[in-house]
């Protein structure tokens, strides 16, 4: 299997001053934003977001099983995770059952693959799973962004998506499923008209794709 080369270019945290014009545009769309300095901080902060006894539906994301939230958020006590309970499901006869879950959790949390200094934040799928929910179907949404993924223009963020995200991905899931993965669908989200819906937690170090 040919080993792909991370494009440095994507690969380097943002400097002090692209944080701060990237919050300020966050802020101005109606995204709040908080800046971390590790994914140790980001974790606490996370699950202090997320109220007790909802249901929450954790994306499948290489930064959450980092910092440990993704098993932090499956084997919560204090609200009803998504994803054991998709598990539980037949997916030959309740697919039904399972975009259902998917598709309107009470909170979604998971990662994005680039956010412009303009404030718009770019999500790419094979599936377009967590899309739906991210765009209107969860009653919330937060997202957990290493600051590497920060680009200066939406045409950045296209590149970012192509030429970085697509080739690591494409050879994680041959690995893991045997199957090539695909830039089947995008969204880009540039503003937000329910306050509060939309958090995001931005981490000094290098996490995910």
């Known amino acids: 299997m040919t080993t792909v080369e991370p494009v440095q270019e994507f690969t380097q945290l943002a400097t002090a001053e692209q ?20 994914g140790e901080e980001a974790r606490p902060a996370v699950l202090e977001m997320i109220p007790s006894g909802v249901e929450v539906f954790h994306t499948a994301s290489r930064t959450l099983e980092r910092i440990g939230l993704a098993n932090a958020i499956a084997t919560s006590p204090r609200f009803q995770p998504v994803r054991p309970q998709m598990a539980a499901l037949d997916r030959a006869t309740q697919q039904r059952e399972i ?25 790419a799928s094979a599936t377009g ?3 739906g929910p991210a765009a209107s179907g969860a009653g919330s949404v937060i997202w957990v962004v290493g600051t590497q993924k920060l680009v200066r223009t939406l045409d950045q963020g296209y590149r970012r998506i192509q030429e970085f995200c697509y080739p690591l991905e494409n050879e994680r899931t041959r690995r893991v499923y045997g199957q090539a993965s695909a830039i089947n669908k995008l969204l880009i989200v540039q503003g937000e008209a329910v306050p509060d ?13």
């Not at 819906?197 to 794709?209: A, E, M, S, W």
Request: charged residues 15%.
């Open 19 to 38: 944080i701060s014009a990237t919050v300020h545009a966050l802020e101005a769309n109606h995204m709040r934003t908080i800046v971390v300095e590790t």
């Open 99 to 123: 975009r259902t879950l998917a598709a309107r959790p009470d909170v979604i949390v998971g990662s994005v693959q680039a956010i412009t200094e303009q404030g718009q934040v770019l999500l």
């Open 129 to 131: 799973s967590q899309l």
């Open 197 to 209: 819906r939309i958090r995001i937690v931005l981490v000094k170090q290098l996490l995910g794709f």
